[in-house]
């Protein structure tokens, strides 16, 4: 019966232990899901992380992709604007050049044009000069002229009153011969008794010659003073 006893003790004692061992088996099992559930989480977790990081790191790679083409495309465009900038340095440049070198061939043709202005003038002016000159010679050679033909008509004037005061020397004052009418007066008078079938309005030579203003006329002419003032 003892042994009984013990047996049913020991059997007691195994199922027991079997509880227990059952028991911390579950305990085991639910450590173990709940760890297997917390390692699935932990790596989902991670995997997440991973996959993030990995995707940030593409970002970024993308990033510094898109910010270095920038950075290229920025400094391709500096250099074409410097290399605009450079040719529009050139080409101002260029363009100083032909304006000066343009403008020294104007000032050198000016001062071309006004040397040969200069010499046109000084020849305007000695030619002007000579103009005066050969005009105030003729002026003195006209006054010389003059005066010679003033002497030599005064010599005319002198000799022919010389020879008119000779001629006319008996000549004396009579104012009633003065008032009296002239030969041909008379004569024209006295036609008008014998008048002609024609009409003569001049005077015959003999007429004329009786007159001595006709004949003062005539010694005027051969000297050649008949158009003189003093005629």
């Known amino acids: 019966e003892e042994a009984n006893v013990q047996l049913r003790i020991i059997s007691h004692s195994h199922a027991f232990q079997d509880e227990v061992k059952a028991e911390k088996d579950k305990e085991n099992e639910r ?11 932990k790596l989902k977790s991670l995997e997440r992380q991973r ?17 270095a083409i920038r950075e290229e495309e920025l400094a ?7 290399q605009q900038l450079d040719l529009y340095h050139a080409e101002l440049a260029a363009e100083k050049a032909v304006i000066f070198e343009r ?3 104007i000032d050198h043709q000016e001062e071309i044009r006004k040397r040969d202005q200069a010499a046109l003038n ?5 030619y002007r000069r000579e103009k005066q000159s050969e005009r105030e010679r003729a002026r003195i050679e006209r006054d010389e002229e003059e005066a010679r033909e003033y002497q030599l ?5 002198d000799a022919l009153r010389n020879k008119v005061a000779k001629k006319f020397d008996h000549v004396r004052p009579d104012r009633e011969r003065v008032l009296q009418n002239t030969n ?3 004569s024209r008078m006295d036609s008008k008794v014998h008048k002609p079938l024609f009409f003569n309005p001049g005077y015959t030579v003999d007429e004329l010659m009786q007159d001595q203003r006709f004949k003062i006329q005539l010694a005027l002419r ?10």
């Open 31 to 41: 450590r173990a899901g709940i760890e297997e559930e917390y390692m699935q989480t």
């Open 51 to 67: 996959i993030e990081a990995i995707e940030q790191r593409r970002k970024e790679e993308e990033n510094r992709r898109l910010e």
């Open 76 to 82: 391709k465009e500096r250099d074409i604007k410097a």
């Open 103 to 105: 403008q020294a061939e």
């Open 122 to 126: 000084l020849k305007r002016v000695e």
């Open 153 to 157: 008509q005064q010599n005319r004037l």
């Open 184 to 186: 041909s007066v008379q």
């Open 222 to 231: 051969e000297a050649g003073l008949h158009t003189s003032e003093y005629a």
